[in-house]
């Protein structure tokens, strides 16, 4: 999984950020370094819709993750979930039910002691360092066992996991494997960007401008993002652009909803 946009012209452009910080950044958390800024301000420079994406993404988290804890779902397994900052799984999942587990399991060992000191005192919680294409790996590893029963129903939350998961890395055997490990009763939340043409336009923009090399990211269909719940019973609304999944009276008014390129679904497995 990349880890930050690399630098391949050197110390001109010795920007070497780390994607999970930017994040945070755009999220108005405090765990980001000067580095991650500036890349940040770069990106949006070129792509300038892109924190607005970061920002919808993590309301439609909580949307799922407080529809999955009104039914019933009471263990989360958030999958490549970056640092488990303010407002995430297990704020929301707890606040419906304080009895909710969560395990946040990222491939980037950069951000493992911030996320320990973030989930400080929160009862049930994990991070855990292990590569989520290791199903079983991840499921048997120590700190995951601690919290979650993998013998029964649980949620996955692959939120932006398959962007950078490439069609040679068989992104969908990954999520085949997934699903096959979970237990009837289980649900697959996954959100998803788009093929977007401003998005590519903005990646080739940051590239000729030499602020680095962007992160490969693989960009999906509506039709194909769908393709992954495969065998699953799919929630309503759908696969959907992800202002149209179950917005709350309180969700930040975006104009024509149904063209954000950015999908996501829930689909349980029976």
Known sequence: ???????????TFAVVPNIARIRNFWLNGDRHEAGDREMARRIELCCPHIPYLVRAQRSLVQRQVRYLAEQGVTQFLDLGSGLPDQGYVHHVAQEVDPACRVVYVDADDSIAADSAELLEGSANTRFVVADCRDVAGVLDHRDVRAVLDPATPFAVLMTELLLHVPDSEDPEG???????????GSYLAV????????????F????????G?????????QERVAEFFTGLDIVEPGVV?????????????????????MYAGVGRKN
Not at 174 to 184: I, R
């Open 1 to 11: 999984m990349p880890q930050g946009a690399l630098n391949p012209d050197g110390a």
């Open 174 to 184: 990954l999520v085949s494997s997934w699903v096959a490990a979970m237990p009837p």
């Open 213 to 221: 090399r962007f992160p490969e990211v693989s960009l999906r269909s």
């Open 204 to 211: 080739r923009i940051f590239e000729s401008l030499r602020f």
């Open 241 to 261: 652009p992800a202002p149209l999944w179950r917005p709350g009276p309180d969700e930040e008014t975006v104009r024509n909803p149904n063209e954000v390129r």
């Open 191 to 202: 959100s998803h960007f788009g093929e977007d043409d401003q998005v590519l336009k903005g």
